[in-house]
């Protein structure tokens, strides 16, 4: 029987895809597709306030914004 992974390790797991499809990325326009698709698909978490892009990993931007309640972390 498997059991479904916290939202602990969902966090860790959706981190853990984007760095690896983003470390694979050779060029400017394949980070930029990673990256919209990862936002898109609430791998990764955009600052409102500063537009700057998050790891699920992590709870605040560096503006101090809080991540998303609505995201798994």
Not at 23 to 38: G, I, K, Q, Y
Request: proline share 4%; glycine share 4%; with cysteine.
């Amino acid at each position: 029987m498997s059991t479904l992974p916290t939202l602990d390790e969902e966090a860790q797991n959706r981190t853990a895809a984007v760095i690896a499809l983003l470390a694979e990325c050779v060029t400017t326009n394949e980070r930029s597709a990673v990256t919209r698709v990862a936002l898109r698909a609430e791998f990764l978490w955009r600052c409102h306030g500063c537009k700057e892009n998050h790891y699920l990993s992590s709870d605040t931007c560096t503006c101090g914004a809080k991540r998303p309640a609505h995201l798994p972390g």
